[in-house]
């Protein structure tokens, strides 16, 4: 166990529906990191919140948003799903990636998501 | 913008063989740079890192990886592999500009498999 949690492990939605990811970080990190790991674009950042605002954005379509609550946990929303989005969706959380100083991130197991 | 190259896609191993994983990335800047280790099923696990000082570093289950800056590269080494390293191997790098770190980037990775 990492520490960092994600739920649901595994979802099988349809196409045209929403789904919901949740991230609850590691005790004491406040950033959180979304990543989309799929077998021809590899782990693909998506966004990062750190401490409830939205610090950076990667390849995240604009049918998915997420957002990270005061309890520091976050959400992945992914709307108007496509076969294409069919992927492992990872969440990591780090301490303080603004200081300058030794930090990693921490991963959690992921959801894989399957849409038919 | 970052990006991070990995030269092997799979590479078949048979136990006690040498194991060394390709990893270049291009960025004129600073860098913190990592190896993670994906086991089936499994999350995203830090292998090793480096962040400053002696370029050769060493990481867990006798991993090492060596940071040579003219070259842009971060192998992952391991002297002997076992069947149990069988698992997919990431680079990724952050860049480091005052006192603020980026995103992590990551290359496709490396599948490992060891052959009994």
């Known amino acids: 166990d990492s520490g960092v949690t994600q739920t649901p492990k595994h979802l099988i939605t349809a196409t045209g529906q929403r789904v919901t990811l949740r991230c609850s970080p590691r005790?004491?990190?406040?950033?959180v990191y979304w990543y989309q790991q799929s077998l021809d674009q590899g782990l693909q950042f998506l966004i990062q919140?750190?401490?409830?605002?939205?610090?950076a954005k990667g390849n995240i379509l604009e049918r998915f948003s997420a957002q990270q609550f005061p309890d520091l946990h976050s959400e992945l929303n992914l709307s108007s799903l496509e076969l294409g989005d069919s992927a492992l969706y990872f969440c990591?959380?780090?301490?303080?990636?603004?200081?300058?100083?030794?930090?990693?991130?921490?991963f959690g197991s992921g959801t894989r998501l399957t849409v038919v | 913008a970052q990006s991070v190259s990995q030269h092997n896609h799979h590479v078949i191993l048979s136990e006690a063989a040498s194991l060394e994983l390709g990893c270049n990335y291009s960025?004129?800047?600073?860098?913190?740079l990592f190896w993670y280790v994906q086991y089936p099923g499994q999350h995203l696990q830090l292998l090793l890192k480096?962040?400053?000082?002696?370029?050769l570093v060493k990481g867990i289950k006798g991993f090492e990886a060596e940071f040579i800056k003219s070259k842009f590269s971060f192998n992952l080494r391991k002297p002997s592999v076992q069947w149990s390293d069988t698992a997919e191997y990431f680079c990724?790098?952050?860049?480091?500009?005052?006192?603020?770190?980026?995103?992590?980037?990551f290359g496709k990775g490396t599948k490992l498999s060891v052959k009994p």
């Open positions: 990591a959380s780090s301490v303080d990636p603004s200081r300058d100083r030794d930090y990693g991130y921490t």
């Open positions: 005790s004491g990190d406040l950033s």
């Open positions: 919140y750190y401490n409830g605002e939205e610090r």
């Open positions: 960025y004129g800047g600073t860098v913190n």
């Open positions: 480096y962040f400053s000082g002696d370029p």
């Open positions: 990724a790098v952050n860049a480091r500009w005052g006192g603020s770190q980026g995103n992590l980037i």
